[in-house]
């Protein structure tokens, strides 16, 4: 699986907006660029997926570098429940058997300050 | 609509001992996975089950292993518990991905059974 590379931690503000990079420079064609989020004492929940284009929904926008090397999760005004580890995770769905699973990293940690 | 559930939400047990978790996947899902959040080694992909199948399974020892039942519920067995096997075990499911693997089906995971191993 192709890896990928994010801060071990980063810290915002609420209400002010929050840019999560990752960095992956081995991307293939077929990876699909995913983002989950875990909160404290929960498991991880799906925040974003893309594979060019960028992306919105409801949660948060999806910025994916034209070479694809690269992606940013793009919070618009954090709120404290937004506190949690971010993954961003590769993930090829073309490969039948091992491109279903989801591979974690160690993610980012985000803080946000009242 | 109910999210994923596991049972139990704790479980302690003692070196050498098996230990059974259990996992309802949201109505309609057909896959399960399961994975191993253990302190200091992240999330770990453990196991996925499709249509009753075992699909694929992560680095990890025989003495771990599981099923599918035809209502698409799943069970994890690990055997000959091991200190190290202490861990936060999450179950996620999501539609079949055999079908449609062109586009993407969100995992949604359950809170998790924490084993403690004594």
């Known amino acids: 699986d192709a890896k990928t590379t994010q801060p071990n931690s980063m810290e915002s503000n609420e209400e002010e907006p929050v840019h999560l990079p990752c960095n992956h420079s081995?991307?293939?064609?077929?990876?699909?660029i995913h983002w989950y989020r875990q909160l404290p004492s929960q498991g991880p929940e799906y925040v974003i997926h893309?594979?060019?284009s960028n992306v919105n929904n409801r949660m948060a926008s999806l910025a994916i570098a034209e070479d694809r090397k690269s992606s940013t999760l793009i919070l618009h005004r954090a709120t404290l429940r937004d506190a949690a580890v971010y993954y961003c995770?590769?993930?090829?769905?073309?490969?039948?058997?091992?491109?279903?699973?989801?591979?974690f990293g160690e993610g980012t940690q985000l803080t946000v300050n009242p | 609509e109910a999210g994923v559930t596991q049972s139990p939400t704790h479980l302690i047990k003692t070196r050498g001992q098996q230990a059974t978790l259990r996992c309802s996947p949201i109505?309609?899902?057909?896959?399960v996975y399961w994975y191993q959040q253990a302190l200091g080694l992240g999330l770990q992909f453990l196991l996925w089950?499709?249509?009753?199948?075992?699909?694929n399974r992560g680095n990890f020892p025989p003495r771990f292993s599981g099923r599918q039942f035809p209502n698409y519920s799943s069970e994890l067995n690990v055997n000959a518990l091991e200190l190290e096997d202490s861990a936060l075990y999450l179950c996620?499911?999501?539609?079949?991905?055999?079908?449609?693997?062109?586009?993407?089906?969100?995992?949604?995971f359950g809170p998790g059974t924490r084993l403690t191993v004594l």
């Open positions: 996620a499911s999501s539609l079949t991905t055999a079908s449609a693997l062109s586009s993407y089906n969100e995992q949604f």
């Open positions: 081995t991307i293939s064609g077929t990876d699909y």
């Open positions: 893309g594979l060019t």
């Open positions: 995770i590769l993930r090829d769905v073309q490969r039948e058997t091992s491109g279903s699973r989801l591979t």
């Open positions: 109505s309609g899902h057909t896959s």
């Open positions: 089950y499709d249509e009753g199948e075992e699909r």
